[in-house]
C-alpha cells in the first residue's frame, strides 16, 4: 500500500513536472507566428497603398497633362548706369574710405527688371524664392530677388524687381575692359542668370519641383542710358 502509494505519487509529480516546461515553448511559437502574419499583412498593406498612389498619380498625369511653365525675361529698365576710374571726379573717394586702387574702376547701375511667368498648365502653380544673379564677366555685381507666389491655371503674371549697385569695386583686367565697354563701345554687357522652381497643384497636392533656367545676355549704354540688347535663354532654348 505504501510502496503503491508512493509510487502512484512519484509518477503523478513526475508528469505533472513535464506540463509546465511545455507551455512556454508553445507560447512562445505561437507568437512568433503571429508577428509574422502581422509583418505580412502590414508590408502587404504599404504595397498596396503604393501601387494605389502609383495608379492615382499616372491617372493625374494622363488626365491634366502637366506642361513646365515658362519663365522669362520680358522687359529691362535702365534708371543709372555709371562707370568711373579712380582718377575721374566721378570716382573720388568717400570721407574715411581709402581710394581705389590702381587698375580698378567703379560701377554704379540701377535697372528695373520685368519678368513674365506663363502656366500653361490646368492646374495652378507654385513657385518658390528667386534669386537672380547679375554679373559682369563672371563677377557678381547684385541679385534681384523675386518672392514665391502661387499662378492659377491658364494664366500670366508680371513680376517686378530692382537691381541697385553703389559703387561696386571692379579689379583690375575686367576694370579695364568695363572703361573701354563704356567710353568707347558705349555698350556693358551684363549676364542675368538664375534657376526658378516651381511645383504642380493638384487636389491639394503638389508635385515634385520643376526647374526652369533663365540666362539672359543684356547690353546698356552709358550714354543714353537705355537698354540695346536682349537675348534670353530658358533651359538652353533661345527665346
Not at 58 to 67: G, S
Request: proline share 7%.
Amino acid at each position: 500500500m505504501t510502496t503503491r502509494s508512493n509510487g502512484d505519487g512519484h509518477g503523478h509529480g513526475g508528469a505533472g513536472s513535464w506540463y509546465p516546461q511545455r507551455r512556454p515553448h508553445y507560447g512562445y511559437g505561437g507568437g512568433s507566428a503571429s508577428f509574422r502574419g502581422c509583418c505580412c499583412c502590414l508590408f502587404l498593406l504599404l504595397t498596396f497603398l503604393a501601387l494605389l498612389a502609383l495608379a492615382v498619380a499616372l491617372v493625374v498625369v494622363l488626365v491634366v497633362k502637366p506642361r513646365k511653365p515658362q519663365f522669362d525675361l520680358n522687359q529691362v529698365s535702365v534708371q543709372y548706369l555709371l562707370v568711373a576710374s579712380p582718377t575721374s571726379p566721378a570716382a573720388s573717394s568717400p570721407a574715411g574710405v581709402p581710394p581705389a586702387a590702381p587698375g580698378a574702376a567703379y560701377l554704379s547701375l540701377n535697372i528695373t527688371l520685368l519678368f513674365t511667368a506663363e502656366n500653361p498648365n490646368k492646374v495652378g502653380i507654385r513657385y518658390g524664392a528667386t534669386a537672380f544673379d547679375v554679373m559682369y564677366h563672371g563677377v557678381p555685381l547684385g541679385v534681384a530677388a523675386v518672392p514665391g507666389f502661387e499662378q492659377p491655371a491658364h494664366s500670366t503674371r508680371l513680376l517686378q524687381t530692382r537691381v541697385i549697385v553703389d559703387r561696386f569695386n571692379v579689379l583690375q583686367t575686367d576694370a579695364q575692359d568695363l572703361i573701354r565697354d563704356a567710353a568707347i563701345n558705349d555698350r556693358v554687357e551684363l549676364r542675368i542668370t538664375g534657376d526658378v522652381g516651381a511645383k504642380i497643384l493638384v487636389l491639394g497636392f503638389s508635385s515634385p519641383k520643376v526647374q526652369v533656367s533663365v540666362d539672359c545676355a543684356i547690353a546698356i549704354s552709358p550714354r543714353s542710358q537705355s537698354l540695346k540688347y536682349k537675348q534670353c535663354g530658358v533651359d538652353g532654348l533661345s527665346v
